[in-house]
């Protein structure tokens, strides 16, 4: 029970300590939370108050299912742009089928992350590369940004791509509002300086450390409350500034998504897009934050928790959503010990909701567009591209791609770009394996690779070492480096492929093994195996291979040329000993 409810186990000698700790974390990430859900839920198109309930029930469910000890799950940037993008093509804004459509998404989305935890599928998002992952996460980061930027101005652009996105506002800047452009401008500086000055500002004045933080991160709450009370203040509504006008009041009540087939086949692709995404930036989050104190989690529990998070948000009416990096380093920061923290957190939102949402009628939308521009734009590393490309010319040529195709075709080709991409570099990479020609290495028993190390190899013994498992892509591969090696040599009496790094050997590369060793035998060349490992003998002992390979299967590389060439490699191993022994002791 323990392994499905991980509440069983940290539950257990909750004390008043690890209470208190938890309170503290939930009430600056509620603090924070409060804005940034108000502000995703307008990325995602959706009414403000969605993004309130989207951090109720899901904190719940967390707590009770997940395994992180201080992830925080909700509505994230990433997350609420892929929201959008696909229900934008489906219904229009602001209608209730747009609704419907964005919690038929999450649901969807909760049942595969279900689906793919009970069935401990957590190995699919291993198909997506970080460099693939952080291309898309930097261009969605700018798409995000830039989408928020008609929000500051005050007037109306949109686009599903950064080319449609700029052209649209570039037309559109005949209509800038100026009581719009400066709350906008105020909020974005505010919001940029104290969340790099403000907490060192109030240590300067003496203030404590917990309380300079819970100010800190209170910032955004302090930029809604300004400016909400200008705009209501000065009349500025009636100017032309947009509000967030009527939020409901009160808990969000059980409900439904639509079930029309249409829809759900519709959102099918981009519901496994959202959570294999989802998963990724939670699992990413999740191991890091582990990491810091020791802990551990479990992958696949962690797709059975944000399966029933996605479940519960659209049922309690939210929208998808995953663990939030910049919100879960805050609760981690702030000294949460356990989920409960989550469960507190949910808590405040829930008064929130109940009490505080006549407060934000007033509320402009530049503010809430500030929020999401400062959040999202710590997304964004400019020098990831040039960092990649030094280090590895393909993945940084996959970054990039997948980068510049999100950016110019928009969210859904990017993410299908990017796993396409990441699939086609593992099949590139493993077809063509490193295949090393090794030698002994002087006095020793050990054998490496000629083109980097003085070593010993002997004329009539070729010794091949495969640096990776053998399968469909690479067997090819493999035959015609045999081959080509083989016609080089005309002496050639012994070939030994080494296979320390060979974990497989898969139907189509044993039947490559098969044709290299009747090549061999018809040239004249005895085919041998050496440090084959324990799983791949056992297989290739279900097969006919080693009863016809004409050489022998070895323990070990020395064993092989102990018995291929036994005079050359004594000789070998000696030399460097008797050197060794007469060379005179230091004073």
Same mark, same amino acid.
């Given at each position: 029970?323990?392994?499905? &409810? ?31 859900? !108000?502000?995703? %839920? ?7 108050? =969605? ?25 994230? *940037? ?11 093509? !489906? ?12 919690? *038929? ?9 279900? *689906? ?59 209509? =800038?509002?100026? /009581? ?228 110019? /075709? ?47 190899? *002997? ?12 399968? &469909? ?7 015609? /480096? ?62 006919? /291979? ?18 291929? %060439? ?22």
């Amino acid at each position: 029970m323990r392994r499905y &409810f991980p509440i069983l186990d940290w539950s257990r000698g909750y004390g008043r300590e690890t209470l208190m700790a938890d309170l503290v974390a939930a009430v600056i990430v509620t603090i924070m939370l409060i804005p940034q859900s !108000l502000a995703y %839920a307008l990325l995602a198109g959706l009414p403000p108050e =969605i993004g309130l309930y989207a951090s109720i029930a899901p904190l719940l469910l967390y707590a009770v299912f997940g395994t992180s000890r201080t992830l925080a799950v909700g509505p994230v *940037a990433v997350v609420s742009l892929m929201t959008a993008a696909a229900v934008g093509q !489906l219904a229009q804004e602001g209608s209730a089928e747009y609704l419907g459509a964005a919690l *038929a998404l999450a649901l969807l989305s909760g049942v595969m992350l279900l *689906a793919m935890g009970v069935l401990r599928l957590g190995f699919i998002a291993n198909f997506l590369s970080h460099p693939v992952i952080s291309g898309f996460i930097t261009a969605s980061g700018i798409l995000i940004a830039a989408g928020q930027v008609p929000h500051l101005l005050g007037i109306s652009a949109s686009g599903h791509n950064l080319l449609e996105l700029i052209g649209n506002v570039l037309t559109g800047l005949d209509g =800038i509002n100026p /009581f719009t452009l400066m709350i906008g401008i105020s909020a974005t500086g505010f919001l940029f300086w104290s969340r790099g000055n403000l907490k060192k500002w109030l240590l300067h004045k003496g203030m404590s450390d917990l309380p300079a933080t819970i100010l800190t991160r209170a910032a955004p709450v302090a930029a809604v409350a300004v400016t909400t009370l200008a705009v209501w203040g000065f009349g500025l509504a009636q100017s032309g500034v947009a509000i967030v006008g009527d939020v409901p009041r009160g808990l969000p009540r059980p409900q439904l998504p639509p079930l029309d087939p249409d829809l759900w086949r519709a959102i099918l692709v981009p519901a496994l897009m959202i959570s294999i995404v989802g998963y990724v930036e939670t699992v990413s989050v999740a191991q890091t934050l582990a990491a810091r104190r020791r802990q551990r989690i479990d992958p696949d529990q962690e797709l059975v928790a944000l399966g029933a998070c996605n479940i519960g948000s659209a049922l309690s009416g939210g929208f998808p959503v995953t663990g939030g990096f910049a919100r879960s380093v805050v609760n981690f920061d702030a000294g949460a010990q356990t989920p409960a923290a989550g469960a507190f957190t949910a808590l405040g939102m829930a008064l929130a909701v109940m009490f505080l949402t006549p407060l934000l009628f007033f509320l402009p939308k530049a503010t809430l567009a500030a929020t999401i521009i400062v959040a999202v734009l710590t997304l964004v590393d400019p020098g990831a591209l040039r960092r990649v490309f030094a280090y590895s010319r393909a993945d940084g040529a996959a970054m990039a791609a997948t980068l510049f195709v999100t950016l110019a /075709f928009g969210v859904e080709p990017g993410i299908v770009a990017g796993v396409a991409l990441s699939l086609f570099l593992h099949l590139y990479r493993t077809s063509r394996p490193h295949v090393a020609v090794v030698g002994q290495v002087p006095g020793t028993e050990h054998f490496r690779n000629v083109d980097r190390h003085a070593v010993i190899t *002997a004329p009539d013994v070729l010794t091949v070492r495969v640096d990776e498992s053998l399968y &469909f892509p690479n067997a090819r591969f493999l035959e015609d /480096f045999v081959q080509d090696r083989i016609a080089r040599n005309p002496a050639l009496r012994h070939l030994v492929l080494m296979c320390p790094a060979v974990n497989e050997v898969d139907a189509s590369a044993l039947e490559s093994l098969e044709t290299i060793n009747r090549m061999l035998a018809d040239g004249g060349v005895t085919l041998h195996l050496s440090e084959v490992k324990g799983p791949v003998m056992d297989r290739l002992r279900r097969s006919s /291979f080693l009863e016809a390979m004409s050489g022998r299967v070895f323990l070990t590389q020395y064993d092989a040329m102990r018995a291929l %060439a036994p005079d050359l490699t004594a000789r070998t191993l000696a030399a460097c000993r008797r050197e060794t022994q007469r060379a005179p002791l230091p004073d």
